[in-house]
Each structure stands twice: as structure tokens, then as C-alpha cells.
């Protein structure tokens, strides 16, 4: 499922061609740098805040664009637009770059948004999808690892299942590594965080569900050595005694 995308450079903002008679048409190029203008004109259908980066949602045509500003850590918003053109050209999808501006005070990615299922949501509607969801997450995630990938941020809530086509989508790639000097540790890190992931959301199936994953998992890439299974248990360990510090047992947000 590789893929390559064309993009033209207009007043500093790199647009990917497919979107630019949209962006072009509704204005949107001339104001994208001023983030109140945006609500003045176009349909706000999300908005967030988390340390120095704000969001929104607005709707052009019949899609929804995802706008992430960064005032802070600016190369994270080129890393996120490389990363993405990356992950297409390897086979992985994940969301589809519209627009990237880059100032000396802050920094604004545009994605559409990503269409599937968050587990979440699968878990308040959709239960018996939840299977299909950790195995196909587990396909996608043993190959993501044997290209070389790391996602540095792997929580479920940053996979995105399509059940008609049973496909992932994996979000949130400005961390990504592609062949990092010290595999087995970043290797590491994703499990833990993703082994949190399924504490934190499945509470009492935790078991049952994260043992699917593994045997899945490792029918497409390989079982964990012992310093590998050490790692992972005592990065594991440590996220969930800092989540346990912070009482974010049912928070079901914020990772």
C-alpha cells in the first residue's frame, strides 16, 4: 500500500497538490497563519489543547481537516510531515498530509482526518469488534517493527481500525524512528507503552486481551528474548506506577 504524494510551496505553505484548489478556493492558504481567523471562517468541528500544541478541525468541502499548531518544538511539525510521507512510502498508512507552515514562532501541520474506529469507542459500541481490532493491530504492529519502525508513543488510542477493510491506521508520528542505533530498546518502549495501553483500557480483560495480542503478534515478527521481556516489564512497571502516582487509573484520555 505504498504511496507518494505531489506538493506545491504557495506564501511559505507546502500544500499537497490534491488539496490545493480546496485551500485555495476557501482562502485557507492566506489564513492559516492567523489560528482566530480560522474560527471566524470556517466550520470548527474539534478543538483541543495539551502542553504547546493546539488543535482543530475544520471542514472544507466533504472533509475534515486536522489542524495541529506547535508553539513550542517546532522541528516536531517537520519530523510529523516527514514521518507521514515516510510511513505512505513504506506501507503504512497513517494520516494524509494537506498543508505544512513553518514561522520562527510556531509551526502548523494540516492532515485530513483519519477515518476508523478508536478503541474507545469500540469498547462503548462496538465490543465484538475488539478482537479483529487487537489482532489486526498486531499484524500491523509486527511489521511496523520489522521495517525498522518505532512509534515512541504507542498507546491505542493512536491506532485507527476500518472494520470493512480491516485495516489500521497508526496517528501521532512526530517520535517515529526508522532503524534507531539501539533497536531493542525502542522496541521495548513501544510494547510497555502499548502493554500500559491495554491495562489502562481493558481493566479486568487485560490478560486475556494482551496475551491475544502477543501470540499474534509474534506469529508476524518474532518472541520477545529475555532482556527484551526484562525491558518491556520494567519500562511497563514504571509507566504504571507514575500512572497510579497521578490516579489516572480511569482516565481514558491524555495518552
Not at 511559505?12 to 490534491?18: F, L, P, S
Not at 495539551?50 to 481537516?65: G, L, M, P, S, T
Not at 506501507?91 to 514561522?103: A, N, Q, R
Not at 519502525?149 to 472494520?163: I, R, S, T
Amino acid at each position: 500500500m505504498s504511496h507518494t504524494f505531489t506538493f506545491l510551496e504557495e506564501k511559505g505553505v507546502i500544500v499537497n497538490k490534491d488539496h490545493y484548489k480546496d485551500l485555495k478556493t476557501t482562502s485557507l492558504i492566506d489564513k492559516i497563519q492567523d489560528w482566530e481567523a480560522l474560527d471566524r471562517d470556517f466550520l470548527i468541528t474539534f478543538r483541543h489543547a495539551k502542553h504547546y500544541r493546539r488543535f482543530k478541525a475544520i471542514k472544507i468541502q466533504d472533509k475534515e481537516i486536522y489542524i495541529k499548531k506547535y508553539l513550542m518544538n517546532l522541528y516536531e511539525a517537520e519530523k510529523e510531515w516527514q514521518n507521514i510521507q515516510l510511513l505512505w512510502q513504506k506501507g503504512f498508512p497513517t494520516s494524509i498530509p494537506v498543508f505544512l507552515y513553518i514561522d520562527k514562532d510556531f509551526a502548523i501541520v494540516g492532515t485530513e482526518r483519519v477515518p476508523g474506529i478508536t478503541i474507545p469507542t469500540l469498547l462503548e459500541n462496538n465490543a465484538e469488534l475488539i478482537m479483529d481490532f487487537i489482532k489486526e493491530l498486531a499484524i500491523f504492529l509486527a511489521r511496523f517493527h520489522k521495517e525498522g519502525f518505532c512509534h515512541q508513543d504507542c498507546y491505542l488510542n493512536h491506532f485507527y481500525y476500518d472494520p470493512s477493510t480491516k485495516s489500521m491506521r497508526i496517528i501521532d508520528v512526530s517520535r517515529v524512528l526508522f532503524k534507531p542505533t539501539f533497536l531493542i530498546y525502542y522496541f521495548a518502549k513501544d510494547l510497555s507503552q502499548l502493554r500500559f495501553s491495554f491495562w489502562k483500557y481493558f481493566e479486568e480483560n487485560f490478560a486475556e486481551a494482551w496475551k491475544t495480542f502477543i501470540e499474534e503478534y509474534e506469529k508476524h515478527y518474532k518472541k520477545a528474548n529475555t532482556i527484551e521481556n526484562f525491558l518491556i516489564e520494567f519500562k511497563f512497571r514504571k509507566i504504571l506506577r507514575r500512572a497510579m502516582r497521578k490516579g489516572q487509573r480511569w482516565s481514558k484520555n491524555g495518552f
